[in-house]
């Protein structure tokens, strides 16, 4: 028998080659998006969608996939032959007749045997009148092309409350599209943001400071000299040009550029990629480490809600109020040109020291919080966003930001005012049988935004649309839409990654996206 310590080769090797559970199997790919806590959250949403349309179920399909907990699926009307001929979760002629949620959920929960499904045959009229606590047992409602009137209660219904579930209202007519998301407010830990945390080159810690001193360069040899990591190389040289300025980073462009050179005349051979990377990352040394702005605003916000998350906000903020007025050390580090040892040396100063930091954070927490849920704020500090939503409908009341957007965001603006104007026709009685006439949808978006000229192209485009198909719903249509909306969906579930704060607004005959942003 061979050993290796006091573990045998057999052990080790068995130890490497287990298998993950099931779950695991499942979801792997997207475990490698949101990861343990996201998947959690997921598989603990109710889901209520209104209306089981083809685009409905197209959204529902891209939830029970990945496999949210729950889901309801409302309504009430019969398969028609059109429904039969647009909708890939119906059986075709052999579904006409029979209640349209019925039949999309039978064939739903034949995608995740994992998701709880049910099919709710209410009119969602009669629920809105008689059972209006119905819609607080759902942490997420879908609406698509809901009766205006029916959508406006709802979110009424829904707004009253804060505590209520977030609303995405879908709207779509032919090639054209749009949904909202409403909440009052949504917070987000692990928001996946593409700016970096700070590595503290201009503000370094007494052990890294030590230890990039420590190095004598001089004495190294090729090898070990190609191998020292970045970081070290900056705040040494940092720490040299400090000396020799006053103890000012270099200020303007010529300082800048002379710094860089004091660098690349540090290399042995010309193609030493650590130092490469050290003028690379030069900006670090004279770009200060601050409290990113959107953090800024939340700090001096005085509408913080008395949620945990709330509390760690307010602990954020007198943490950095503290020298060296900076937000917790990360111990998380990029990719560079180093050797292992000396890769993994450098990550244990940063470990350290990230782990001193979040002590000193838990002793300015003024509440009892879960541990993991704090080690995991201090983790993403850097990223976390607390958002402000909006009610559905706000924007439409409100002439002046029509206006504003007109002004930027023409072509988003003219399609949303199409759609809009489609919903105004619909909730106008009497209307004659047939679709609306451009003239009539001109008419409902001068009352939104009176004594306005809109672009005339892009709104003649957008209404020649409507008026083609203002009930059509095609599946490839049908189909982008589910996966857009579910994406989003998935976001406010989970609470990852920033979904859409606003309209999103899409065209799919020029083939473009955009947001109305609030």
Known sequence: MVFIGSQDIEAETTSIQSQPDSKTRRYDRQLRLWAATGQSALESARVLVI?????????????????????????????SPADAGNNFFLEGPTSIGRNRAEEAVRLL?????????????????????????????????????????LLTRLAELLWRNPSSAPLIPVRSAGFLADFFMQFHSHEIIESHTDTSPSLRID????????????LDFDSMDTTDHGHIPYVYILVRALDDWKAAHNGLPPQTSAEKQEFKSTLNAQKRVPDEENFDEAVAQAYRAWT???????????????????TP???????????????????PLSATLPDMKSDTEGYVRLQNLYRAQAATEREQFRSLLQVPIDGELVDLFVKNAHGVQLLKGARYGDLDAAPERLVAHLGS?????????????????????????????????REHITALIPNTEVGEKEISDALGEIVRAPTAELPNVAAFLGGAVAQEAIKMITRQYIPVNGYCVIDLVDTWTGVLAL
């Open 51 to 79: 209306g089981a349309s083809a685009t409905a179920t197209s959204i529902l399909k891209n939830l029970v996939l990945p496999g949210i907990g729950h889901f309801t699926l409302l309504d009430h009307a019969a398969v």
């Open 109 to 149: 929960a034949e995608l995740n045997d994992g998701v709880d499904a049910r099919a709710d045959t209410r009119d969602i009229a009669d629920v809105l009148a008689s059972d209006p606590s119905y819609f607080s047992g759902f942490s997420l409602i879908i609406t698509h092309n809901l009766p205006p009137v």
């Open 203 to 214: 503000k370094p810690f007494p052990a890294l400071l030590q230890a990039a001193r420590a």
């Open 288 to 306: 200060p480490t601050t409290i990113p702005l959107h953090l800024v605003e939340l700090f001096s916000d005085m509408t913080i809600p008395p």
């Open 309 to 327: 998350f709330g509390h760690l906000l307010s602990t954020l903020r007198s943490f950095s109020e503290h020298p060296p007025h900076v937000l």
């Open 409 to 441: 965001l023409t072509r988003e603006t003219a399609t949303h005012l199409a759609l809009s104007a489609l919903d105004a026709w619909r909730s106008t009685p009497p209307r004659q049988t047939g679709g609306p006439t451009e003239s009539e949808l």
